[in-house]
């Protein structure tokens, strides 16, 4: 299998095994995966490394050729590239890519370290010499060997260290190129030692493999002091870092966008998380959850709103209709009010009642609550009373039974209170303990029929409470209660 032929690919190893599962790996698979995940298998494939260097077993991929364990590497000019290393020699393996170099990479090497020796010696006291004018900061020492108190003979030499306060505190400078490898084992270190370490780098170059390591390991943080840091530096008289980070943003897609950012970071902009031991001053997932937050939140919101205009409209296209002395255009309108209902999130089976004839047809269950509502009545002659409109409609039958709806109406009744005379008052009350000592004798005639219960809560939500009680449905008990 040959990988993809552009320009800079250095693919060696075509084909790997992933130890964990069992599949195979092509390398140009490599490429195409997001880098979040990327950087994420690179580091436990340098992690296995580091416990084999230790003795241990751990292998994350093996060359699908000779078997022998591989690594993950990285260069990233102007095009990503990515690539499968062997980590042992296999001179036998047609994919082994040697360690030859020309003379003139050996000469490049040799003078890349020559540059960084001067650069990194500038970068170490400078951090050094602005820690000693903190306060808060205490024992500052560069390059000072630190033995581990948990693994014995086990050492690391930071390039500085300091208390920050009772914290221990090292600074580790990256200037070109540190080895993953080196990085996993010395986070390892300090993780143990219970010290915070920051990787310091001298300029922020997307290019680079280690920055972008560092990223997607530190929360997408990354620690800087370049020619900003050192200006804040001193006009603040403390040490600043450019504080390099990527802020997430969701577009109308829900399509994640990130950009680099950056702004002054002095110690007390630190944050310093236990499990880690990697101090951050922005947290990229908490950013990311928030926005999601708020954006689920905002759009249940607009659902909600939607879901109410679209309620609302029900009414008024209700109203119309039984204005019009239920003209068959407006009927039709109202029907298309429900059809547009039903396309919503908020929509459910219950709702069916909206659209059925016995519910907003002449003298329905609809007209009724209406009247009642609003104290006058609707799709009933302008000379009656509001009594007379529920009186008639407490004689209303369905297949359920003679007075199918006289309870949900007299709820009604008890929830809005519409002006009547005492004498009509008295007579609903009458009427209501007439239907209880009718069910409390084992009757049925004023079995109510709940079939358009959830079509009236969404038009009437103050009945919602009574409407959920089983009083008047085969769940009451014989005492008429729960």
């Not at 995966?33 to 950087?39: G, L, V």
């Not at 708020?294 to 939607?306: G, H, L, N, T």
């Not at 969404?458 to 009451?476: I, K, N, Q, R, W």
């Amino acid at each position: 299998m040959q990988p993809p032929s552009r320009p800079g690919l250095q693919q060696t190893v075509r084909l790997a095994i992933d130890n964990q599962t069992g599949e195979l790996v092509p390398a140009e698979a490599l490429l195409a995966m997001p880098e979040d995940e990327f950087s994420g298998l690179r580091r436990e494939a340098m992690e296995a490394r580091v416990d084999r260097r230790k003795g241990g077993q751990a292998v994350r991929y093996l060359c699908a050729i000779c078997k022998f364990p591989l690594y993950l590497s990285r260069r990233i000019t102007g095009a990503q590239n990515r690539w499968f290393v062997h980590d042992r020699k296999s001179h036998d393996c047609p994919w082994y890519e040697g360690n030859r170099l020309a003379p003139e990479q050996i000469k490049a090497l040799v003078y890349r370290g020559q540059q960084e020796g001067r650069e990194h010696r500038e970068l170490k006291e400078y951090i050094a010499h602005w820690l000693g004018q903190d306060p808060l900061v205490s024992d500052v020492n560069c390059e000072q060997t630190t033995f581990s108190e948990v693994v014995k003979g086990e050492w690391r030499r930071p390039d500085v260290k300091c208390l920050y306060g009772r914290v221990k505190l090292v600074f580790e400078i990256q200037l070109s190129y540190t080895f993953l490898s080196d990085v996993i084992a010395r986070d390892a270190f300090y993780r143990r030692e219970k010290t915070f370490v920051i990787w310091v780098f001298s300029k922020f170059n997307r290019s680079r493999a280690a920055v972008t390591d560092e990223a997607f390991f530190n929360r997408r943080n990354l620690f800087v002091i370049d020619a900003d840091a050192r200006r804040h530096t001193g006009e603040r008289s403390a040490l600043t870092f450019s504080g390099y980070h990527q802020v997430p943003t969701l577009d109308d897609n829900w399509q994640w966008r990130d950009t680099w950012q950056f702004m002054p970071i002095g110690m007390a902009d630190l944050k310093l998380p236990s499990d880690t031991r990697r101090p951050y001053f922005f947290d990229y997932e908490a950013r990311r959850k928030q926005i999601e937050t708020e954006r689920i939140e905002a759009s249940r919101a607009e659902q909600a709103r939607q879901w109410a205009a679209g309620i609302a409209a029900y009414r008024e296209a209700a109203l119309r209709y039984f204005a019009s002395d239920h003209g068959e255009e407006e009927r039709r309108a109202l029907v298309a009010v429900v059809d547009e209902l039903e396309g919503h999130t908020a929509w459910h089976p219950g709702f069916e009642g909206l659209r059925e004839s016995r519910f907003y047809g002449y003298h329905g269950v609809l007209a009724v609550l209406l009247s009642i509502q609003t104290g006058k009545p609707v799709s009933y002659s302008p000379q009656l009373s509001v009594f007379q409109v529920i009186e008639a409609g407490l004689r209303t039958a369905s297949r359920v039974g003679l007075h199918a709806y006289a309870i949900p109406y007299l709820w009604a009744y008890k929830t809005y209170r519409p002006a009547m005379p005492e004498k009509q008052r008295k007579w609903l009350i009458d009427y209501a303990r007439k239907i209880k000592l009718s069910f409390a004798n084992g009757e049925s005639v004023y079995r109510r029929d709940t079939s358009f219960d959830e079509a009236i809560e969404v038009l009437f939500p103050a009945l919602g409470e009574h409407l959920s009680s089983p009083f008047g449905t085969d769940l009451m008990d014989d005492d008429g209660d729960r």
